[in-house]
């Protein structure tokens, strides 16, 4: 079967960098995705990665080995509104996006 | 229209009854989608269309049905409503460029 296995809760300080993790299995692999889910609200893009290596956008970065079937998101100078859920998918053979449960991130002054 | 609305926002419909939620997309995408979200779960598809006139079956498609009579419209149907299907309900599209997936604004659906 398909899996993606994310954190279900992580907690960070204000200012500091935290990294959420995910593991993959899946029919087939073409490339992965991050959003971002402010509670109540629907689910925005941040970034995608069909390559191994980090691909950095200001504050956010997400790295990619497709060998191993993982990938991160580094999010650094947290601020409050970073609190959010933040949600791995990866874009399986048929191309269709398999998503994982999300990580609810927790930011604490 | 900006992206993709839906409608309604929020409802509460009664057990066996028929309800249909909107979507409508002015980005031209060719491919649009309709998932649920419940706590503690991921997103599941329930159906999607790669382009107007087809429609596919996703992860959950039991009681509900689309169509794809434009490229704009994909409308999804509970022909008999049942409690099990209370959800938070997202209609997404994508073009064929990016695979980036963009998303309504989500219905709060309650069958009760």
């Known amino acids: 079967g398909q899996n993606i296995d994310q954190p279900t809760e992580m907690t960070a300080t204000e200012g500091a960098i935290v990294q959420i993790n995910c593991t993959y299995q899946?029919?087939?692999?073409?490339?992965l995705f991050w959003y971002q889910q402010h509670a109540g609200e629907a689910p925005t893009f941040l970034s995608y990665n069909v390559l191994d290596g980090l691909e950095e956008k200001g504050r956010f970065s997400s790295f990619l080995s497709r060998s191993k079937g993982y990938s991160y998101l580094l999010l650094k100078e947290l601020q409050m509104k970073d609190s959010a859920s933040y949600l791995c998918a990866v874009l399986d053979s048929n191309y269709q996006l398999i998503w994982g449960a999300g990580t609810k991130l927790i930011i604490k002054p | 229209i900006a992206g993709i609305t839906q409608a309604p926002t929020s409802q509460i419909l009664a057990a066996g009854r028929r309800m249909t939620l909107r979507c409508t997309q002015d980005m031209r995408h060719n491919a649009m989608y309709w998932y649920r979200q419940d706590l503690g779960l991921g997103l599941r598809l329930i159906h999607y269309?790669?382009?107007?006139?087809?429609?596919g079956k996703g992860e959950v498609p039991d009681g509900y049905s689309v169509s794809r009579a434009n490229t704009d419209d994909f409308p999804l149907t509970l022909a008999s409503a049942v409690p099990s299907q209370t959800s938070v309900y997202f209609c997404?599209?994508?073009?064929?460029?990016?695979?980036?997936?963009?998303f309504g604004p989500g219905t709060r659906l309650t069958v009760l």
């Open positions: 269309s790669n382009t107007a006139g087809t429609t």
């Open positions: 997404a599209s994508a073009g064929l460029a990016t695979n980036e997936q963009f």
């Open positions: 899946t029919s087939g692999f073409n490339g």
